[in-house]
C-alpha cells in the first residue's frame, strides 16, 4: 500500500514508581493518502495514546519502540524543533474538547491566522483571507464576527468548527481526529462528522478517526482497525470487520457499540471491563478474561496475527473454532 503513515511493531509503556507498564503492545497500522481509517475500541485500550505519538504529543512517562513514518521521516525520532515543521502543518489533530487546544485569551480568529503564518510563506493580509475563507468551509455564519470572538463566546458545536478549520487550514496529510463529536449533542455530531467527510474529499487529506460510532464509521471509513488492551486484534475492510466480524472482541463490539466508551461500564455482549495496565497479565492473549472462546493455552500463550478473508486477526482459535464456540455459548444462553 502507498501510505501517508506507516505504524510498525509499535509499542509503548508508561514508567511508574520505576516499573513500566504496557500500554500499546507491537501495533502496526496503515493509512492510504485521502483515506479515513477508524480506530475503535473500549475506553483505556491505548487508542489516545497511539494517536497522540503520531503527532509527537505522547505524555512525558510514555516510553516507545518501533516505529512511526510518516513518507519517508521517522516521526518517534524527531525533536521538538523538527515537529514544529509537522504539527499544525503536515499533521494535525483534533481533540474531542476543543477547549483543551483553543487559547481562552486570544480571539479564534487570530489563532488560526497564528498558525498559517508559523508555517506558510504568506503576508498577514494574505493569512486573514485564507483564515475567512476556511472559517466559511467549516460553515460558521458571520466569519468576521467569528474571527473576532475568544473561544468562550462561541457553542460547543462552533468551538469544534474552529478546531478543523485550524486543522485543515495548512491542508495537512494527515489529520488525527480523537473522539472529535463525543462532547456535542447529536444533531451537531452528524453535522461535524459530514463537514469532515468534506474537507477530507475536497483537500484528499487521509484521516484516522477515533470513533466509538459505528454508523459513523460504516459511513465514512474505508478500513478499520479493533483495538483491544493495547493490541489489534482485527483489521481490515470496514465491510468485512463490522459486518462479518471473525475476532471474539469485535464480535462482542459490535453486538454492544452504543456503550462502548463509557468507561467502566460492562459491555452488555461481554462480561467484565478492561484491565487497569498495572493488574494486565504480561502473558497470553489480553481478551482472555473476558472471551467466550477461552481455553488453557490462551492464558500462556501469545497469540499470532493471521489474514482470513481480507483481514488480519489475532487470535489462537480459527474462525470456524470461533463460530462454534460462538454457536455452543449463544445455546447456553437460550
Ligand atoms: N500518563 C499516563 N501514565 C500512566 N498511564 C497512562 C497515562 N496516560 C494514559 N494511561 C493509561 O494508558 C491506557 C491507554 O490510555 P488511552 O490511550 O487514553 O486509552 P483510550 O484512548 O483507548 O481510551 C489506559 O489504561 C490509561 O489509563
Ligand atoms: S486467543 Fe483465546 S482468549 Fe484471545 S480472543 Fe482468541 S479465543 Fe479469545
Ligand atoms: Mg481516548
Known amino acids: 500500500m502507498n501510505s501517508v503513515c506507516k505504524v510498525k511493531n509499535f509499542s509503548l509503556s508508561f514508567v511508574q514508581d520505576k516499573k513500566e507498564y504496557a500500554a500499546v503492545r507491537d501495533v502496526n497500522m496503515e493509512i492510504a493518502p485521502g483515506e479515513i481509517v477508524a480506530l475503535i475500541g473500549e475506553s483505556g485500550c491505548g487508542k489516545s495514546v497511539t494517536a497522540l505519538s503520531m503527532i509527537g504529543l505522547q505524555p512525558e512517562n510514555a516510553r516507545v519502540s518501533g516505529s512511526i513514518r510518516f513518507g519517508d521521516e521517522e516521526l518517534l525520532t524527531l525533536n521538538d524543533r523538527e515537529w514544529s515543521f509537522y504539527r499544525g502543518d503536515r499533521i494535525s489533530m483534533i481533540f474531542q474538547e476543543p477547549m483543551t487546544a483553543l487559547n481562552p485569551l486570544i480571539k479564534v480568529g487570530k489563532q488560526i491566522q497564528e498558525n498559517v503564518l508559523l508555517h506558510q510563506k504568506v503576508t498577514g493580509e494574505a493569512a486573514v483571507k485564507q483564515v475567512l475563507e476556511v472559517l466559511k468551509q467549516v460553515g460558521l455564519p458571520d466569519v468576521e464576527r467569528i474571527y473576532q470572538s475568544y473561544p468562550h463566546q462561541l457553542s460547543g458545536g462552533q468551538r469544534q468548527r474552529i478546531m478543523i478549520a485550524m486543522a485543515f487550514v495548512n491542508n495537512p496529510d494527515l489529520l488525527i481526529a480523537d473522539e472529535p463529536t463525543t462532547a456535542l449533542d447529536v444533531t451537531i455530531q452528524a453535522q461535524i462528522m459530514d463537514l469532515m467527510k468534506k474537507m477530507n474529499r475536497e483537500r484528499q487529506t487521509a484521516v484516522l478517526l477515533i470513533s466509538h460510532d459505528l454508523g459513523v464509521i460504516r459511513d465514512l471509513c474505508s478500513r478499520v482497525y ?109
Request: proline share 8%.
Open 226 to 334: 479493533i483495538m483491544y488492551a493495547g493490541r489489534v486484534v482485527e483489521s481490515g475492510p470496514v465491510e468485512y470487520v463490522l459486518k462479518e466480524p471473525v475476532h471474539p472482541y469485535t464480535r462482542g463490539l459490535a453486538a454492544a457499540i452504543p456503550s462502548a466508551g463509557r468507561r467502566g461500564r460492562e459491555l452488555e455482549s461481554i462480561p467484565g471491563t478492561v484491565e487497569p495496565l498495572q493488574r494486565r497479565s504480561k502473558k497470553g492473549c489480553p481478551f482472555a478474561g473476558r472471551c467466550f472462546g477461552a481455553q488453557s493455552l490462551c492464558h500462556e500463550e501469545t497469540p499470532h496475527s493471521y489474514s482470513y478473508r481480507g483481514r488480519d486477526v489475532y487470535c489462537h482459535l480459527s474462525p470456524a473454532e470461533i463460530e462454534k464456540r460462538s454457536a455452543e455459548r449463544k445455546a447456553d444462553h437460550e
